[in-house]
């Protein structure tokens, strides 16, 4: 009688440990990196992504965790940081910002990459096309062949005498790269002098406007990026003090008190991130999920700002506005 109820006993819990298995393994959280060029501790868009997954259901601590890496605007930290977050094996890894995506993709062709933001996709060489992205990563790109042109249309439509154009720019960034190619390229038909000014760090801002001045700018151009939107505030502040007419690559640098930018939403984009997260997380390739391009950038302007340096902005301009910063 004892040799059969332990018989049965051992039977009954051999063949409660399959579904035992199962169910943990069901139940299994979903992990995901989010590497930001930004500073530790609360940002906008770090916020924007998890809005991103509480409208698909998913709630950072509950049924989704998030591994953290911040390289505080130093974009040579991001291959390390990326290689830290490849080592914990998760189930996916967003990346905001072409220098981000690309250390992520340098560091793992197998892991599942999610970027945002980026400048240019293809002309990175994250993806080898929007349509079919191919290896392990997607996401949303931020930039389109006419921005450039449109940038400074607009910078000369609120400023009209302007002629010569610094643009501020990480040539180690590769976004700003491709930035500085796009206005070089249609600079000439609006009869616009582009002056190039490399930064590679904060201690290189002061001696960027020194030369700025000394080359007589006029205005200027402020590219976006992981070096100059840590540093926004400084960047406007050096600009005011020039009293130039600015147009900045990102709507952060205005909400700072910059003149104005003309870009895609950005934190849009990183909450929309989530969403490739979310079907990567149930099944689907990166391979197989198009890269999505931007069909509307947004005009931001600081009329406090235009106020300061005296500039009139034309009521048509104002009205095709998507945000007035008083």
């Given at each position: 009688?004892?040799?059969?109820?332990?018989?049965?006993?051992?039977?009954?819990?051999?063949?409660?440990?399959?579904?035992?298995?199962?169910?943990?393994?069901?139940?299994?959280?979903?992990?995901?990196?989010?590497?930001?060029?930004?500073?530790?501790?609360?940002?906008?868009?770090?916020?924007?992504?998890?809005?991103g997954l509480r409208e698909l259901g998913s709630i950072e601590g509950q049924n989704v965790t998030i591994e953290y890496r911040f390289a505080s605007g130093r974009v040579e930290r991001?291959?390390?940081?990326?290689?830290?977050?490849?080592?914990?094996?998760?189930?996916?890894?967003?990346?905001?910002?072409?220098?981000?995506?690309?250390?992520?993709?340098?560091?793992?062709?197998?892991?599942?990459?999610?970027?945002?933001?980026?400048?240019?996709?293809?002309?990175?060489?994250?993806?080898?096309?929007?349509?079919?992205?191919g290896g392990n990563i997607t996401g949303l790109t931020g930039i389109s062949a006419e921005l450039g042109g449109k940038r400074l249309e607009l910078l000369k439509e609120v400023a009209?005498?302007?002629?010569?154009?610094?643009?501020?720019?990480?040539?180690?960034?590769?976004?700003?790269?491709?930035?500085?190619?796009?206005?070089?390229?249609?600079?000439?038909?609006?009869?616009?002098?582009?002056?190039?000014?490399?930064?590679?760090?904060?201690?290189?801002?002061?001696?960027?406007?020194?030369?700025?001045?000394?080359?007589?700018?006029?205005?200027?151009?402020?590219?976006?990026?992981?070096?100059?939107?840590?540093?926004?505030?400084?960047?406007?502040?050096?600009?005011?003090?020039?009293?130039?007419?600015?147009?900045?690559?990102?709507?952060?640098?205005?909400?700072?008190?910059?003149?104005?930018?003309?870009?895609?939403?950005?934190?849009?984009?990183?909450?929309?991130?989530?969403?490739?997260?979310?079907?990567?997380?149930?099944?689907?390739?990166?391979?197989?999920?198009?890269?999505?391009?931007?069909?509307?950038?947004?005009?931001?302007?600081?009329?406090?700002?235009?106020?300061?340096?005296?500039?009139?902005?034309?009521?048509?301009?104002?009205q095709r506005a998507d945000q007035l910063i008083q």
């Amino acid at each position: 009688m004892n040799r059969r109820i332990f018989l049965c006993g051992l039977t009954l819990g051999t063949l409660a440990l399959p579904a035992a298995a199962g169910a943990q393994q069901a139940g299994t959280v979903p992990r995901i990196g989010f590497l930001f060029y930004g500073p530790s501790g609360p940002s906008p868009e770090i916020d924007a992504f998890r809005q991103g997954l509480r409208e698909l259901g998913s709630i950072e601590g509950q049924n989704v965790t998030i591994e953290y890496r911040f390289a505080s605007g130093r974009v040579e930290r991001l291959p390390e940081l990326a290689a830290e977050l490849v080592r914990l094996k998760l189930d996916v890894i967003v990346a905001p910002g072409t220098p981000a995506s690309l250390a992520a993709k340098q560091a793992t062709s197998t892991i599942p990459i999610v970027f945002a933001g980026v400048a240019d996709a293809v002309g990175s060489g994250l993806v080898a096309s929007f349509a079919r992205p191919g290896g392990n990563i997607t996401g949303l790109t931020g930039i389109s062949a006419e921005l450039g042109g449109k940038r400074l249309e607009l910078l000369k439509e609120v400023a009209p005498k302007v002629s010569r154009v610094a643009v501020l720019y990480n040539p180690v960034d590769r976004s700003n790269v491709l930035v500085l190619k796009e206005l070089q390229e249609s600079a000439p038909a609006l009869r616009l002098t582009l002056q190039p000014l490399a930064v590679r760090g904060p201690g290189e801002f002061d001696g960027a406007f020194v030369a700025m001045g000394r080359n007589r700018a006029d205005a200027l151009f402020g590219a976006a990026g992981a070096l100059t939107t840590e540093h926004r505030k400084t960047l406007v502040d050096l600009t005011a003090r020039r009293r130039i007419p600015a147009m900045w690559g990102e709507r952060q640098f205005v909400e700072a008190g910059g003149l104005m930018s003309y870009a895609v939403n950005f934190y849009d984009q990183v909450r929309r991130a989530a969403a490739y997260v979310d079907k990567i997380l149930k099944g689907a390739k990166p391979a197989d999920l198009p890269v999505e391009q931007p069909t509307k950038f947004e005009l931001v302007i600081n009329l406090k700002t235009a106020k300061a340096l005296g500039l009139k902005i034309a009521p048509s301009l104002l009205q095709r506005a998507d945000q007035l910063i008083q």
